[in-house]
């Protein structure tokens, strides 16, 4: 593939190609998601390190009466990055969704979770959208005012200034009346943190060096995987979890078409997870053309569920 032009690579060889160019190599978090990324995935979110699944979970739960009087009752649910969408029911039953449609860049695994959410919602409209919900999206054409989802501090993938412009993205996809509701993990014990992202089962680890198993699997990589390993380092001053795959000795690999080398200590950054406080997310809000009008966390304020207004309408709840 050494003569591989830019389309024949895709989005994905596109930005792994790009991405191991630069002098700090990254690739974006989204390219995590094919299926067995997202089944490991799935496997976080039951880990004992990670709190922010059944922190949300509760909260959605316990917060099911505000949610249907703030969130717009009976409307279509667009839910970004919806991933097994286990903690979806709740939502549309405490707006009595009549529609809804989940957006998830992971295509099989989307299938998969919408064949299951039709067995247990059969009077549930669902039209699932494959795709990347940080470009323009082909959503179908639904009855407005809508609800916007966004659980999983997903948000928290983006540095601050991409965040607002995708929170401006949604606000203008979902149109006047819209409201958010999102979850966003919060700043908290740097320990506590990084065990969330670095589990004693090693399963983070997996989901991490999947990413280059997927390179291999999907763009002749040619990666030893077993010469990287997993390294999650909270980084106080962005206010930020970092996952790195980091080199344990030299090599040299073809991916994407191309060479590259890397030496013993070199990292590959593969996600960011930024954490914010309840003032820092009201700002993120208000930046990117929401209104905050309601907040809900735990006892530990270990993760927060807010409800935004689509501002500028002129109304409150
Ligand atoms: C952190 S997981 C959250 C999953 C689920 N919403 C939850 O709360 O547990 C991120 C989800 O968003 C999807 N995703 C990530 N980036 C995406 C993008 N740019 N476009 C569409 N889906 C994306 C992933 O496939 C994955 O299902």
Known sequence: ????????????????????????????????????????????????EYYPTRTETALLRHHAGDLGRLAGRGRAVIEFGAGSATKTPLLLAATEAATYVPVDISGDFLAQSVAALARSHPGLRIVPVAGDFSRPMDLPALPRPLTGFFPGSTIGNFDPRAAVDLLRSFRETLGEGARLVIGIDTRKNARLLEAAYDDAAGVTAAFNLNLLERINRELDGTIPVDAFEHRAVWNDGQGRVEMHLAATRAVSFS????????????????ENSYKYSLAEARLLARASGWEPIAFWSDADDMFGLHVWAAA???ERS
């Open 255 to 270: 991916a994407a078409g191309r060479r590259f080398s890397m030496h013993p200590g070199e990292t590959i950054h593969s």
């Open 1 to 48: 593939m050494t003569q591989a032009t830019a389309e024949a690579l895709g989005d994905f060889g596109r930005a792994v190609r790009d991405g191991l160019s630069q002098a700090r190599k990254s690739i974006p978090a989204r390219y995590f998601y094919d299926l067995r990324g997202s089944e490991l995935f799935e496997e976080i979110t039951a880990l004992p």
């Open 312 to 314: 500028g309408e002129g």
